[in-house]
């Protein structure tokens, strides 16, 4: 058993178990954003005569999700290229990060 005062064993910081879930909800997120462009488009091309307020919200909708995925890609070139291996960088909360958390909310309000 390691004691608070024993150095004997180093402790190793696993990054994978850090960055890895990071990564891999960002891919999930940026596959969804294809799927949100994706019945976007085919929105505007199946219902030209929609209402002004309609299309203007679902083009605000798609521009926050675009704005959020765009952060989270930030995020995670901050985190995996950037700051590579800085144990200090984990300590803090890259901004790209805590605003590409708030985005999702603004795309729920306009709805």
Not at 33 to 38: N, P, Q
């Amino acid at each position: 058993m390691l004691h608070a005062r024993d150095t004997s064993e180093t402790s190793e910081i696993n990054y994978e178990v850090i960055n890895q879930p990071m990564l891999i909800c960002t891919f999930v997120a940026i596959l969804l954003f294809g799927v949100t462009s994706t019945q976007t488009f085919y929105y505007f091309h199946r219902f030209p005569s929609d209402g002004y307020m309609i299309r203007a919200t679902v083009a605000a909708i798609w521009l926050f999700e675009a704005l959020h995925s765009a952060l989270l890609v930030d995020a995670v070139n901050h985190s995996l290229i950037e700051k590579a291996g800085d144990v200090v960088a984990l300590l803090y909360i890259y901004h790209g990060t805590s605003v590409s958390l708030f985005i999702p909310y603004l795309s729920h309000w306009c709805m």
